[in-house]
């Protein structure tokens, strides 16, 4: 626990501190549910340079990282809503260091090999930042369909994400299954082109594979009192809400 607010603590000072050094401090949606912030270089605003965060609409630190000359640099760290470290990165060597299990989410991840052995070691696929930063990536109140806005009984949603052997999605779904509900829509995959996304495919005895990554929610979307906004109880009694920035 102390190490944790320890490692807070100074990642935060870093993004005060730099954000001094630095032309600009940019603060912006990355997602619906998310915002970014980082500095630019002075010569450069359009080029990253220093900390970068990412914080979720109820203000928790999800990402901790740093740019040099534009490119994402060094060893990241992802938190859980509870501020736990709960995967760690190192994009000089394109290393994952650690990979803990998200005990503070209502994401369900879950995966499948193509077409492939199961018998030997098995290394599941993985989205660098985990299912949770990974859900809210995508995740977006305009493009759920009416049906399911209208629905009072639980839908169960699901993104699945088609990765090949070099961890590229070669294509993404989202289906939506619940009572006279059975919806599928599809993501094109040129939106994973994007820095924001970086995928580790699954191995067997060490060998990549291809496989589908799934991130599962159960939602029940019922329209709130305020104009344009929503909360999606889940089975589990939690709350993900999608509300609205100034």
């Known amino acids: 626990m102390l190490y944790k607010k320890c490692l807070l603590a100074v990642c ?13 401090t940019v603060k912006k949606m990355l997602s619906p549910s998310l915002v970014e912030s980082y500095t630019v270089l002075k010569s450069n605003k359009y080029v990253k340079e220093g900390s970068y965060m990412v914080t979720d609409a109820d203000n928790h630190v999800l990402v901790l990282g740093h740019y040099k000359n534009g490119k994402k640099d060094s060893i990241w760290n992802f938190m859980d809503a509870a501020g736990n470290v709960i995967q760690q990165y190192n994009y000089t060597d394109s290393a994952l260091l650690l990979n803990n ?3 503070n989410t209502i994401v369900q991840a879950d995966y499948k090999l193509t077409d492939v052995n199961n018998s030997g070691k098995i290394d599941a696929p993985a989205q660098v930042g985990g299912a949770n930063y990974g859900f809210y990536l995508l995740y977006d109140l305009k493009s759920v369909p009416p049906q399911v806005l209208n629905q009072t009984a639980v839908v169960k949603m699901t993104y699945n994400f088609d990765i090949d052997k070099s961890g590229k999605v070669k294509g993404c779904t989202v289906t939506y299954k619940g009572a006279g509900i059975d919806l599928t829509e599809a993501i094109p995959a040129k ?4 820095e924001a996304y970086t995928f580790l495919p699954a191995r067997v005895d060490g060998q990549p594979v291809e496989s589908n990554l799934l991130y599962t929610v159960d939602v029940n979307i019922s329209k709130s009192r305020l104009p344009k906004q929503y909360t999606s109880p889940t089975s589990d009694g939690a709350k993900m809400s999608q509300g609205i920035y100034h």
Do not use: E, G, T, Y
């Open 12 to 24: 935060l000072a870093i993004v005060v501190c730099q954000s001094f050094a630095q032309a600009k």
């Open 101 to 103: 299990p998200d005990n």
């Open 191 to 194: 939106k994973f082109m994007d």
